[in-house]
């Protein structure tokens, strides 16, 4: 069986644009459907008619990411020569999407007589902001106005509110007959002979004040060729030929990989200047195509393995955004990493804090997190240097903003009267609970916190190291031994042998079972003696579904599977934690938590991981439930693969001394892996794993440049200070 997330629909997407539509092609205002750039939809209607009769779905599906076709039939037609036979008629609406939408329409009479016909389009536009779609209610706050060109045979709607301007151009082309436009629908006269063919395309054109986002102008096939190599294949093509390839003795990682490798070259954002290697990755569709600080630094982390690279677009762009000043209404203080951006008309007019929005409290540390693993897998010193200030920035903020009271853990509360409530990666109104289900006040401490500041403090001290500022280093050393030592004694809690889930208002450990800590032990916070009794509670049945590690206890009261983070499974979650299980050691443990993953996958539609699913038993017969409403593609859901595989081999790099590391031990379900092109600084090498006797071995072979492979197990941070 395939599963399918949500109700049926086809999305295609590049870049910043999007379109989504039901299966026969049709929009319907009512959900989120429709054409949508820049947090504005363009189309919110769409229908398409046979002397106002809908034509019948056969079959529809997207190709590729960004081109979809949908095979309809005609009804029977009541016409004035006479009845259209049912089925007699073909209709194929082909589309594809670069920064415009280009539409292919392609009528065929397989009836043995001749059919005389109108075939009408409806279009209309509501140019409502994407946030406004998603709760379904919608303000109309300026004025729509929508005009026929006879001469130029377009469509023209506009919409104006002050000094916001969003409109949209449908231009029929390359028709057989020509368009006209009466009550809302677009007209053409068809007469076609027993087996004639008609055919006629449609641009639509998105206006964003003075820009506009034009379509490719070549018709599907030649879009969808690969021998044609458009612009759009050029890009797809280059990303596969650039990332880590690999070959695999299990069907299932095979697919899974492939999947996640074209699912991330789809959601790469090139709406901005940079060079033709820099992108930013969107964080999933049909919600989030947008900048984000969290889900694009925890997809560039999860893409070290695959193209190191990729992590420059996401420096950059979170680099210019970083804040320079305390605002509120945004959540913002100086030195602050953003949580996300919007550019919709309430952006625009400040209804909502996102221009950007800076309420999470750990894109700061996670940006420095970033910026070091960046440097070790690309070894390119000019990051350290050209990203002083904003390293600098964000140490900062996180001792002076970060730590609200100054007792050395960061904490977070909204300060804007529209922010968000929960400001971890958990960041649902009702995801912090106590342990009796009630919900926990702000200011909360989550022990997540503690252990990215940690993290960040020891690459920090590192880099200090690397660039010979040895008294920065000792400093940062000192402060995270001191941050750790505090952790170990506040955090931890013997009555569950766990530690808390957050501190609450009154500093009180919040003895809640959930997913968090895990995360503390991808970061190296946790006690060496502890690491284990973390492992096993994370593997505990109320914790572990069969499909992976809940987000909540399904012994809290408050735990539902169907919820979105009171039980529900996120593979980038897991795939974090399987990295923590592998820096203390337990790699049997990742290699269970990695099958596991990798077997809910195969379950999915096109081997996709979808952002989340439904943390529901596993039991004979049963499978893994969708969360309806699951963003897919999504990118840190798709970047959970690599982190799998990157826990069952063990990689770490480090490039600015021309050095890898492995640490493999393969699964038994895993006999053989072989990874190309693998990027580490300059140099590319081919690692092959294999099992032999039950015990995994490895060779390197350099395939560009010159670099080191050795064998060293990973460890959790050593915090003894000089």
């Known amino acids: 069986m395939r599963i399918t997330v949500g109700p049926p629909i086809l999305t295609i997407n590049h870049g910043g644009t999007f379109m989504v539509t039901d299966l026969d092609g049709q929009i319907q205002q009512d959900g989120f459907l429709g054409i949508f750039a820049e947090d504005t939809r363009f189309l919110s209607y769409y229908a398409c008619y046979a002397n106002s009769s809908s034509w019948v779905r056969l079959r529809s599906t997207t190709t590729t990411y960004y081109a979809s076709r949908v095979y309809l039939v005609n009804p029977e037609i009541i016409t004035e020569?006479?009845?259209?036979?049912?089925?007699?008629?073909?209709?194929?609406?082909?589309?594809?999407?670069?920064?415009?939408?280009?539409?292919?329409?392609?009528?065929?009479?397989?009836?043995?007589?001749?059919?005389?016909?109108?075939?009408?389009?409806?279009?209309?536009?509501?140019?409502?902001?994407?946030?406004?779609?998603?709760?379904?209610?919608?303000?109309?706050?300026?004025?729509?106005?929508?005009?026929?060109?006879?001469?130029?045979?377009?469509?023209?709607?506009?919409?104006?509110?002050?000094?916001?301007?969003?409109?949209?151009?449908?231009?029929?082309?390359?028709?057989?007959?020509?368009?006209?436009?009466?009550?809302?629908?677009?007209?053409?006269?068809?007469?076609?002979?027993?087996?004639?063919?008609?055919?006629?395309?449609?641009?639509?054109?998105?206006?964003?004040?003075?820009?506009?986002?034009?379509?490719?102008?070549?018709?599907?096939?030649?879009?969808?060729?690969?021998?044609?190599?458009?612009?759009?294949?050029?890009?797809?093509?280059?990303?596969?030929?650039?990332?880590?390839?690999?070959?695999?003795?299990?069907?299932?990682?095979?697919?899974?990989?492939?999947?996640?490798?074209?699912?991330?070259?789809?959601?790469?954002?090139?709406?901005?200047?940079?060079?033709?290697?820099?992108?930013?990755?969107?964080?999933?569709?049909?919600?989030?195509?947008?900048?984000?600080?969290?889900?694009?630094?925890?997809?560039?982390?999860?893409?070290?393995?695959?193209?190191?690279?990729?992590?420059?677009?996401?420096?950059?762009?979170?680099?210019?955004?970083?804040?320079?000043?305390?605002?509120?209404?945004?959540?913002?203080?100086?030195?602050?990493?953003?949580?996300?951006?919007?550019?919709?008309?309430?952006?625009?007019?400040?209804?909502?804090?996102?221009?950007?929005?800076?309420?999470?409290?750990?894109?700061?540390?996670?940006?420095?997190?970033?910026?070091?693993?960046?440097?070790?897998?690309?070894?390119?010193?000019?990051?350290?240097?050209?990203?002083?200030?904003?390293?600098?920035?964000?140490?900062?903020?996180?001792?002076?903003?970060?730590?609200?009271?100054?007792?050395?853990?960061?904490?977070?509360?909204?300060?804007?009267?529209?922010?968000?409530?929960n400001q971890g990666w958990k960041d649902s109104g009702d995801a912090i609970v106590y342990p009796d289900g009630s919900q926990v006040k702000a200011p909360k401490a989550l022990c997540e916190l503690q252990g990215y500041v940690f993290d960040a403090w020891m690459r920090v001290a590192e880099i200090f190291e690397y660039l010979e500022e040895g008294d920065r280093a000792r400093h940062f050393r000192a402060k995270a031994a001191k941050l750790q030592a505090q952790f170990e004694a506040t955090f931890w809690c013997d009555d569950i042998s766990f530690y808390a889930f957050t501190l609450d208002p009154d500093k009180k450990p919040v003895r809640t079972i959930a997913s968090n800590p895990g995360h503390c032990l991808w970061s190296g916070i946790v006690s060496r003696d502890r690491a284990a009794q973390v492992v096993q509670k994370l593997l505990a049945p109320d914790m572990y579904s069969g499909w992976g590690i809940r987000t909540l206890s399904a012994n809290n009261p408050a735990f539902n599977p169907f919820s979105y983070h009171r039980g529900s499974i996120w593979p980038h979650d897991n795939g974090i934690i399987a990295l923590g299980f592998k820096r203390y050691g337990f790699k049997e443990e990742t290699a269970r938590l990695a099958r596991d993953l990798f077997e809910a996958t195969s379950y999915f539609a096109s081997y996709r991981l979808p952002e989340l699913y439904s943390g529901v038993e596993r039991s004979p017969g049963a499978f893994p439930v969708p969360y309806i409403e699951a963003n897919v593609p999504q990118a840190w859901a798709a970047g959970s693969v690599f982190h799998l595989l990157q826990a069952i081999l063990g990689l770490q790099a480090d490039a600015p001394h021309k050095c890898l590391y492995v640490d493999p031990c393969l699964p038994h379900w895993i006999p053989e892996i072989t990874l190309s092109r693998l990027e580490v600084g300059d140099a590319c090498v081919q690692l092959r794993f294999w099992l032999e006797d039950g015990v995994t071995r490895w060779d390197a072979t350099p395939q560009k440049g010159e670099i080191e492979v050795k064998e060293k197990s990973w460890q959790p941070w050593d915090v003894e200070v000089d």
């Open 81 to 421: 020569e006479g009845a259209i036979q049912q089925n007699s008629l073909s209709l194929i609406i082909s589309r594809t999407v670069e920064h415009g939408i280009h539409e292919d329409l392609d009528l065929t009479n397989y009836g043995l007589k001749p059919a005389k016909f109108t075939l009408e389009i409806a279009l209309r536009s509501d140019f409502a902001d994407i946030f406004e779609v998603e709760s379904g209610q919608l303000v109309r706050r300026g004025c729509l106005e929508t005009n026929w060109d006879i001469e130029k045979k377009e469509l023209h709607t506009s919409y104006r509110n002050k000094d916001f301007l969003r409109g949209l151009i449908y231009q029929p082309r390359n028709y057989d007959s020509q368009p006209h436009y009466a009550n809302g629908r677009i007209n053409y006269e068809i007469a076609l002979q027993p087996g004639e063919s008609w055919h006629a395309c449609g641009n639509y054109i998105l206006v964003e004040n003075d820009r506009k986002r034009e379509p490719i102008h070549i018709c599907y096939y030649k879009a969808v060729d690969e021998e044609v190599n458009t612009e759009l294949e050029h890009l797809y093509r280059r990303w596969l030929d650039t990332v880590t390839e690999i070959k695999v003795a299990n069907e299932e990682v095979y697919r899974a990989y492939q999947q996640s490798v074209s699912d991330t070259g789809a959601l790469r954002l090139y709406d901005y200047d940079f060079g033709p290697d820099e992108w930013l990755p969107a964080a999933g569709v049909p919600k989030f195509v947008t900048l984000f600080g969290r889900d694009s630094l925890i997809a560039t982390l999860q893409n070290m393995i695959t193209h190191p690279a990729f992590a420059r677009g996401t420096l950059k762009k979170l680099a210019q955004l970083q804040a320079t000043e305390k605002d509120d209404w945004r959540d913002a203080q100086p030195g602050k990493i953003l949580h996300e951006i919007r550019q919709g008309e309430l952006a625009h007019f400040q209804k909502i804090p996102h221009t950007p929005y800076y309420g999470a409290a750990d894109t700061t540390a996670l940006y420095l997190i970033v910026l070091h693993e960046a440097w070790k897998w690309t070894g390119d010193d000019a990051l350290l240097h050209d990203y002083r200030n904003v390293i600098l920035g964000c140490l900062e903020w996180i001792d002076r903003y970060g730590d609200l009271d100054g007792d050395g853990f960061q904490e977070y509360e909204t300060r804007s009267p529209s922010g968000i409530e």
